[in-house]
């Protein structure tokens, strides 16, 4: 899958349609009914970035990303499972004395794979929540002076219960404008939970998923997203609703510019998913609330008035104007 232009090709595009449409199939077949959130998720992995989900227990986020592992043949997955009793160690892993060798030997902890599942993330202490963040950012892993690069691609979902406080570690603002995106599952609708139960009476689906792409092929689709075109006009947009969080009376801290790039990457990824080699407004509408939510503090007015960011940033996308349709396209 080649680049050849500065603007996506018609057949990288094809190629990147097909691999998103093959792996949005294949976890369709376990996930039930959240298409548009597991869109989302492919976004991310398109754009080698991070995913929080923030819901209650028993909403398909462990199942979830263990349907994306399996949906891509040679990636490795694994899990940590958070506690208070976590150390950094037991995820970066640690160096151990061979007294054969007679020489420490480092063996790496589940950190290094290619896809992570961070369970239930804020009940790990911030210490060992730190030891994450360098992985997150850097994509590589620093024990006893020595910085180890973790494979590539590298996808670290976590999730977070938001109801249940006691005995957790609230996330700290720098670690939260790591992830790509939060996004919430919630509950399926009727239909889709009788489909589930049936799906599930017989047999589990999980052991029974065949990978649909490989990981060269993610590779491949990261590069081919950052050609999608993004003209002028709809750069100025993203970046007009940025800045609107910043001087909204409603946020006491906005999006910072790590923010805008995460939505100008994201608007890309999603529009190639869609199946178009250039953005237009409906994308980056689709993506401000799981791109800056997260990344936002509401002011001591909005808490106390009950008031959601995502209602705030709803808010701000009707209030700034939308580029006409004859500027988005090359």
């Known amino acids: 899958m080649a680049i050849r232009s500065e603007q996506t090709s018609a057949s990288d595009l094809a190629v990147a349609v097909d691999i998103a449409d093959r792996l949005l199939a294949n976890i369709e077949s376990v996930v039930q009914g959240k298409r548009e959130e597991i869109r989302l998720v492919l976004t991310a992995l398109a754009c080698n970035g991070h995913v929080l989900f923030e819901d209650v227990p028993g909403t398909a986020k462990t199942v979830l990303a263990r349907a994306v592992s399996g949906s891509i043949d040679g990636v490795v997955g694994t899990r940590i ?36 599942l961070v369970d239930e993330i804020n009940r790990a202490m ?12 850097e994509r ?14 590298f996808l670290l979902l976590a999730t977070e219960n938001p109801i249940e406080y006691e005995g957790t570690f609230p996330l700290p603002e720098a670690q939260l404008d790591r992830f790509l995106l939060r996004l919430s599952l919630g509950y399926p609708e009727g239909d889709e939970e009788r489909t589930i139960l049936r799906r599930f009476r017989t047999a589990d689906p999980l052991a029974e998923l065949e990978p649909v792409c490989s990981g060269e092929q993610i590779v491949a689709l990261n590069t081919v997203i950052r050609h999608v075109h993004v003209s002028e006009p709809l750069e100025s947009y993203i970046l007009a609703l940025v800045r609107a969080t ?40 689709a993506l401000i609330v799981p791109v800056l939510a997260h990344r936002l503090m509401p002011s001591g007015q909005s808490r106390l008035r009950g008031k959601a960011v995502a209602d705030i940033l709803k808010e701000v996308i009707s209030r700034v104007p939308v580029p006409v349709e004859e500027s988005w396209s090359a």
């Open 81 to 116: 499972q958070c506690t208070p009793d976590l150390q950094p160690t037991d995820v970066t892993g640690l160096s151990v004395y061979d007294q054969r060798s007679r020489d420490f030997e480092f063996r790496e902890g589940p950190i290094f794979a290619n896809i992570v």
């Open 126 to 137: 911030p210490k060992t929540q730190s030891a994450l963040l360098e992985a997150m950012a």
């Open 140 to 153: 590589q892993v620093t024990v006893d002076g020595v910085t180890r690069v973790v494979p590539h691609p």
């Open 246 to 285: 910043r001087d909204n009376p409603a946020v006491a801290l906005g999006a910072s510019p790590r923010g805008a790039l995460s939505l100008f990457r994201c608007a890309q990824a999603l529009a190639a998913i869609r199946g178009r080699n250039f953005v237009n407004p409906d994308d980056v509408q």
